[in-house]
């Protein structure tokens, strides 16, 4: 299967929660680490001028961007300051799928928090049990307003959780609050910090190594499946990387309810092939998902319908600040389709195609890093691309901070009663309770 980054992106910042050594524990910058930093650079830059799917950049000066890069490297103190000038680079795309993958370093560390957007707010989704943050006080439901001075907006935050979690983690954050009740209050948390045991060969052990070894992801990202009565279906898919008989086996479970709720709150996106699987079981028909257009050319990705099992009942498809690429392609094709509903809040924004290019450095004592990079931009069958617009659903439907606080879920309650059924808020908040990794 292939991968679309961003699915990338987000489970190193949600679930890896940082794989670069701390500033308390950062060492200066010898001259090998330099020239290794600005290898990184140029072999990526090299690769950003020859495949990056817009030839004129966005307008940016590639070229004089990556030059500049360079020279802040040459007078860069530490490591981290060095990988964040690369990072930096990469970011001034303004391109949800191109980004660094700096070398993993043999830490985990965790702040013990999650958070969302819903609306323009930023809350706090939940909290890590026996985490610092928990010990001082953090509840889900509390807004937060801002950290460590920064104030929190839904174009910036994941430069926010890439600075923190991925780039340059901090030994602790400060938090400045606001709970259900309005009041507002200011606490300093630490973070867990996990020293991983020293691995020499690297070769099988890159970020998504890290996550898959760390997290037991093959269990945390199992689609999940839930009834209300006799007649609603809620299927759960928390990212695509599904094979195609996984999909029919979903799909024929939907079969037996006359209406499905397909929930990808959450869903970073994943494999295109899976995503293909997904269409071609809900529509009777061929469907262009969309129009990959890149630097050369521009070539139609269309999903088959398949050839029995197609799901034809009622459909409605659950989205949120956090639904991302594919998990957005899906939705949109629902609403030009007119194939059902999509409920909850506006989606990432965050649709692109790219290919994940991965390096090595040195020869006894290897340094892996990559980096993702966007080849194709996805124009749908409006003609628009959802990159930095997302999905508006259609009918707006957003859980308060009280939501949060009490652990209800009013999206998918109002989800099922649309399709006939009854789900308090309360009772649709315990159908499928968040599971945290394990910490190793």
């Known amino acids: 299967m ?3 980054p961003i699915c990338i992106r987000i489970l190193v910042l949600t679930t890896l929660t940082g794989v670069l050594t701390c500033p308390a524990r950062s060492q200066q910058l010898s001259s090998i680490d330099r020239d290794n930093a600005i290898s990184m ?37 530490s490591l981290n300051m060095a ?40 809350f ?84 998504g190594d890290y996550v898959r070894r760390d997290e037991n992801e093959e269990h945390l990202l199992r689609a999940r499946w839930a009834e209300v009565g006799d007649d609603v279906g809620i299927l759960k898919i ?65 999903a088959k319908a398949w050839n029995h099992g197609v799901y034809t009942g009622k459909l409605v498809v659950l989205v949120d600040s956090r639904s991302a690429s594919a998990s957005e392609l899906l939705a949109r094709i629902v609403q030009l389709e007119k194939r059902g509903m999509v409920l909850g809040d506006r989606s990432s924004g965050s649709v692109m195609e790219a290919r994940r290019y991965e390096y090595t450095l040195g020869q006894d004592s290897m340094t892996f890093y990559g980096a993702s990079i966007t080849e194709s931009d996805l124009i749908m069958s409006d003609g628009n691309s959802l990159e930095h617009h997302g999905v508006t659903p259609d009918e707006l439907v957003l859980p308060t901070a009280a939501d949060l606080a009490a652990g209800r879920d009013p999206v998918l309650s109002r989800a099922v009663t649309l399709l006939g059924g009854k789900l308090s808020p309360e009772d649709a908040g315990k159908l499928f309770p968040y599971e945290w990794p394990k910490e190793q």
């Open 2 to 4: 292939r991968w679309h």
């Open 41 to 77: 650079l140029d072999n990526i830059s090299k690769e950003i001028q020859k495949h990056y799917y817009d030839a004129k950049f966005h307008g940016i000066d590639w070229a004089a961007t990556a030059r500049d890069a360079r020279q802040k490297i040459k007078s860069s103190t």
């Open 83 to 122: 990988l964040a000038h690369i990072a930096q680079a990469m970011v001034s795309l303004n391109d949800s799928h191109t980004f660094f993958l700096p070398p993993p370093r043999p830490y985990i560390h965790n702040y013990g928090y999650q958070t969302r957007m819903i609306g323009e707010q930023c």
């Open 124 to 207: 706090i989704l939940r909290v890590r049990p026996g985490s610092d943050a928990e010990s001082k006080g953090l509840k889900a439901g509390d807004e937060l307003l801002a950290l460590d001075g920064y104030t929190p907006h839904r174009d910036t935050i994941w430069k926010m959780e890439y600075r923190y979690n991925v780039l340059r983690p901090e030994p602790g954050q400060t938090l400045v609050l606001r709970d259900p009740q309005g009041q507002v209050r200011k606490i300093d948390i630490m973070a867990k910090i996990k020293t991983l045991a020293r691995v020499e060969d690297f070769s099988h052990y890159g970020i």
């Open 238 to 302: 928390p990212v695509f990387m599904f094979d195609q008989a996984e999909v029919e086996s979903m799909m024929s479970r939907a079969g037996k309810r006359p209406a499905l709720i397909l929930d990808l709150r959450g869903n970073p996106g994943g494999a295109v092939d899976t995503l293909k699987y997904l269409v071609g079981g809900l529509f009777e028909k061929d469907i262009k998902i969309a129009d990959r257009v890149g630097r050369k050319e521009s070539k139609p990705e269309v």
